[in-house]
């Protein structure tokens, strides 16, 4: 039977987006990378790429991959920078994590989900393992 673990709640910090236009492409900003592709049908593929660093100073690399989509008009909000209930949104994504700090190596052996939240300066997210 699958059950998910509640592990972590992340705050993502993010900067004013940078829109490239109708492309899959970007550019790496210092210190990670959120890349956003938009489809026509209002998906938004997401692609963040980041470390963070545990209390006890273990650093995790971590990508997260998955999707946020929601009417219209909530979508338009999230890509002006306005606030939009989290409620409105389908905001899921899988994490995968890469660390060489002993007491954190169980990241790299299981599989983790996430339910996010986009506010207009961070990405909350919550985190599960699959168990």
Do not use: C
Not at 75 to 99: H, L, N, S
């Amino acid at each position: 039977m699958i059950q998910l673990d509640h592990i972590a709640d992340l705050t993502v910090l993010v900067a004013e987006p940078i829109e490239v236009g109708p492309t899959p492409r970007g550019r790496i900003l210092p210190a990670g990378a959120d890349f956003q592709i938009l489809r026509r049908d209002g998906v938004a593929e997401l692609h963040a790429r980041y470390s963070l660093q545990t209390v006890e100073g273990a650093l995790v690399y971590v990508e997260n991959t998955g999707f946020r989509h929601g009417p219209p008009d909530a979508m338009e909000k999230i890509r002006r920078g306005e606030p939009v209930d989290p409620a409105q949104i389908y905001f899921r994504t899988a994490a995968r994590f890469e660390t060489a700090g002993e007491s954190h190596l169980w990241l790299t052996r299981h599989l983790f989900i996430a339910s996010g939240a986009r506010r207009p300066d961070r990405v909350e997210l919550a985190v599960y393992q699959v168990m």
